[in-house]
């Protein structure tokens, strides 16, 4: 018996231990310390569950967690445990609180609207503070391929549109987690709103090289290292405040629990009955949407060999593939961790996920108010 009372009290300090609050939940890089088999982290409804089947492990050296280039940036810094392994505005704002603006994260590279913009002004990093949002900028015309269309910069907002060279556009960190079950294509899961990592190694390499600026690309036992550490780490809510653990969702329960339960039940069919059209689990993950425009964000006008003229703020899978055609096609996100990740889509456009839904009035898919909290209470349990 008091073998076991000591067993008992052991079980909870290890769950007390891998429980972390919101108040600590910033992992800094060359943080040395145990990244746990399984940990939890607050969020506004409920907790966030990562978890680690292959084991604890000491994040001192390891390549996923040290700056690998000359920026002060690890994969860490935009892929945080308690963010589902990206990156909330809220977490990008106590950042810029905590360090005046001087954390790596809002390094002028990407992590400002423009490195040519005066670094110490806030002005300068508001799409990232202000949308999550961090630059990615793609040569024009990509290499080796003859564009049948011709982009031209119609507002320049950020001043990064400049040179017709190089298109800057702005998008939202993805999670780096939940990878090995990603909907794969032929060849492995479609990364990038543009799918433009033909490979997590590829992307990898162009992370270290691009966002942390390092002169040289990684060892492969780095790569190695990153990959195996990718491939396994799971993402996911694990509790509601509201309704308790998710696991258990499928179990009625009396009271204000029971009545949670079955209001996500009713979002998911709801989910499956109006929205799924676009994202049926196992077809192909590209699709468009028409998103309201944005005057902080460049404008392009598309003119297509065909004729066809079009605007855009983000020609999507067209800067890679350099197709009319493929304008606008984003590679959707995954679900997971919704409730730790605000703002949404590749834009970060909706604050909220009730403003995610209202978004998609403009494609007629309107809901009863107590229609929309079932779809906001399912989708914050994902
Ligand atoms: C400065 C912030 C930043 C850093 C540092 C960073 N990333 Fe990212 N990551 C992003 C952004 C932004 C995207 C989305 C880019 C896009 O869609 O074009 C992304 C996308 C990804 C994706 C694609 C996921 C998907 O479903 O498409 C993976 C995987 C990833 N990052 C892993 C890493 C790894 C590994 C490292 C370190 C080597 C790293 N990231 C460093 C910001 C960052
Ligand atoms: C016309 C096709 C279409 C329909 C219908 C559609 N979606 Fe989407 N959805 C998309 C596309 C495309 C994206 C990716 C957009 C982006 O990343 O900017 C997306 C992204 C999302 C995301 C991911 C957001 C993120 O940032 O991780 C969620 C959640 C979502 N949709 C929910 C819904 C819900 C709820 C409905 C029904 C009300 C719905 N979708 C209907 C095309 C669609």
Wanted: proline share 9%; charged share 20%; with cysteine.
């Amino acid at each position: 018996m008091r073998c076991f009372l000591i067993l008992l009290l052991a079980a909870t300090a290890a769950f007390a231990q891998n429980s972390y609050s919101a108040s600590h939940a910033w992992w800094e890089p060359n943080q040395e310390e145990f990244f746990p088999w399984d940990s939890e982290y607050d969020n506004p409804t409920g907790l966030l569950r990562i978890a680690n089947p292959n084991g604890s492990f000491r994040t001192g050296g390891h390549p996923f967690f040290v700056p690998l280039g000359s920026n002060g940036r690890a994969c860490i810094t935009c892929h945080q445990p308690s963010n589902a392994m990206s990156l909330s505005r809220e977490t990008i704002r106590k950042r810029w609180l905590d360090t005046n603006g001087k954390d790596p994260l809002f390094a002028a590279i990407d992590g400002s609207n423009c490195p040519t913009l005066p670094q110490s002004q806030r002005a300068s990093h508001s799409l990232l503070l202000d949308r999550g949002l961090f630059r990615v900028s793609l040569p024009w015309p990509p290499k080796d391929v003859t564009p049948d269309f011709r982009i031209e910069v119609l507002t320049d907002p950020t001043t990064c549109n400049a040179d017709p060279r190089q298109i800057s556009v702005y998008r939202r960190p993805r999670m780096s987690a939940n990878l090995a079950t990603l909907t794969p294509g032929p060849n492995g899961p479609v990364l990038m709103a543009d799918g433009r990592a033909p490979s997590l190694r590829a992307q990898a390499i162009d992370a270290i090289l691009v966002h942390q600026q390092a002169a040289h690309p990684p060892t492969d036992a780095q790569l190695t290292r990153i990959l195996d550490f990718e491939l396994q780490v799971v993402a996911t809510q694990y509790a509601d405040n509201r309704g308790g653990l998710t696991a258990q969702f499928n179990q009625p329960e009396p009271g204000t629990t029971g009545a949670f339960r079955a209001s996500v039940h009713r979002g998911k069919d709801l989910f499956s009955n109006r929205c799924a059209s676009c994202h049926q689990p196992g077809t192909s993950r590209w699709s468009r949407l028409p998103q309201a425009e944005s005057p902080e964000l460049p404008l392009f006008k598309i003119t297509c060999n065909n004729g066809r003229v079009t605007t855009t703020q983000d020609p999507g899978r067209a800067l890679i593939t350099g197709k009319c055609n493929d304008v606008g096609a984003l590679v959707i996100p995954q679900f997971h961790g919704l409730a730790a990740r605000a703002p949404y889509f590749t834009n970060g456009s909706a604050a909220t996920v009730e403003d995610l839904i209202d978004s998609y009035q403009r494609l007629n898919i309107r809901f009863q108010p107590e229609e929309k909290r079932d779809l906001v209470n399912y989708l914050l349990t994902l």
